[in-house]
């Protein structure tokens, strides 16, 4: 993979979809730090089901915090590892009210430091809330990153590295988006969709698919 076709890669991508965006429904960065935190081993929609039900009754760190443990996990309990979600997001919240003003930090330490929030959260954060050209990579970025050949790594943290490094500074703002969506949709785990893949002629994966 030599930088000509990473260029084209992320061109195409940007050309099917100018501003990629996440799939959580969110209307504030408290919101899209709660949603995130809830959506680890959980997938967007069930999330989403969960949250179109909760943030209009709560939807700030005082309001959370007022529902109580029980009160909340009345609401996210179709959640996977909902009662550990219900005690982290409590703790943020009380954490976002004593620390921070009640606002989401626009800080890779002090949002790593709320319970939860790992490196992939926060990237995440400064990525989509705060426009960072961040790359939180998770299973469907690595797989992608080591499938086609655009940035392999053994360990996440190695192929966020050389995502950092290898992505063209056009497309850093959007790459964590495009790459997610694209493993999420296209080249999914089992069997990628390479015949319907706008990047099929400039990927390096060896056994392509006809679908």
């Not at 954490?95 to 790992?118: C, F, K, W």
């Not at 296209?186 to 056994?207: F, H, N, Q, V, W």
């Amino acid at each position: 993979m030599n930088r000509e076709k990473r260029y084209e890669i992320f061109r195409r991508f940007r050309e099917n979809d100018s501003d990629p965006t996440s799939e959580l429904d969110y209307g504030s960065n408290f919101e899209l730090l709660i949603s995130v935190l809830l959506s680890a081993q959980a997938t967007d929609v069930s999330v989403n089901k969960a949250t179109a039900k909760l943030y209009p009754v709560a939807n700030t760190p005082e309001k959370i915090l007022a529902l109580g443990e029980d009160g909340l996990k009345g609401y996210i309990k179709t959640i996977g590892l909902f009662n550990t979600k219900a005690k982290n997001t409590l703790a943020t919240c009380r954490i976002l009210i004593e620390q921070h003003d009640s606002q989401v930090p626009e800080d890779r330490t002090a949002l790593e430091a709320l319970p939860g929030v790992g490196r992939k959260t926060a990237n995440v954060i400064l990525n989509t809330a705060f426009g960072h050209p961040t790359i939180a990579v998770d299973t469907h970025i690595f797989r992608v990153s080591n499938r086609t050949g655009i940035a392999p790594g053994k360990d996440v943290l190695a192929v966020e590295k050389k995502l950092l490094k290898l992505v063209p500074d056009d497309f850093k703002l959007g790459a964590h988006h495009w790459l997610i969506l694209h493993g999420r949709y296209t080249c999914i785990a089992r069997k990628p969709r390479c015949g319907s893949c706008t990047i099929e002629d400039l990927c390096d994966y060896k056994d392509k698919t006809e679908v």
